[in-house]
């Protein structure tokens, strides 16, 4: 759910709140605690973080898109009545289509995967495995959004174009840092 915080400290509650977020978002594990054990749990959570700073979730944030606007950004409180809207559950419906969607690779687009992946790692040495199963990730969910099971050439690069000017925006240390892999059904 949305949700926002204000300046101040940490309770000690909040803080072990922030690490249980912190561990679901870069293992998709959830611990339960038992009194006496704590008990991992494997989960399937998407998380969305905005940040208008520094996001306290450094370590755990798959792709870092800074903002770009053409006009005023909503407040905090209107960005949040927005999410209480009637199109979250249609929004939350079809995220959820979206992962458990089947999809398929063929062997072509495979190759154009693995030939731009070889080249970007000789360019870019900071790109590794991690920074590919991104790109699947988002391959796959483009391809998606135009209704299409498989991925092909052409939506291979298409998010080869949107990763571009998504890089473009990032301070030039943070521009190869996508880390973590994604949620995958």
């Known amino acids: 759910e ?10 000690p509650a909040g803080f072990a709140n922030l690490q ?7 293992r998709q594990t959830v611990d339960y605690d038992f009194e006496y054990y704590t008990l991992p749990q494997p989960s399937c959570t998407a998380v969305t973080v905005l940040s208008a700073g ?14 770009a606007p053409e006009r005023p950004l909503a ?6 009545a927005m999410a209480e809207g009637n199109d979250l559950p249609a929004v939350r419906a ?12 063929d062997e072509q687009s495979a190759a154009v ?17 991690k920074t590919f199963h991104v790109w699947i ?19 291979w ?12 925006r990032l301070p030039p240390r943070a521009a190869a840092a996508t880390s973590a892999p994604l949620c995958t059904a």
Not at 2 to 7: K, L, N, V
Not at 54 to 67: G, M, N
Not at 137 to 155: D, I
């Open 75 to 80: 407040d905090a409180a209107d960005v949040a």
């Open 2 to 11: 949305a949700w926002s915080m204000a300046p101040g400290t940490l309770a």
């Open 137 to 155: 990730t988002l391959a796959r969910l483009v391809a998606l959004s135009h209704g299409e099971a498989r991925l092909s050439a052409k939506r």
């Open 94 to 105: 079809y995220l959820a289509a979206a992962q458990s969607a089947d999809f398929h690779i």
């Open 20 to 26: 249980a977020l912190q561990t679901v978002m870069q």
């Open 54 to 67: 520094p996001s306290l979730f450094k370590d755990a944030v798959d792709v870092s898109l800074p903002l």
């Open 113 to 129: 995967m693995e030939a731009a992946m070889t080249e970007q790692m000789a360019r870019d040495r900071a790109t590794d495995v």
């Open 157 to 168: 690069a298409e998010m080869r174009a949107l990763e571009t000017r998504r890089a473009a």
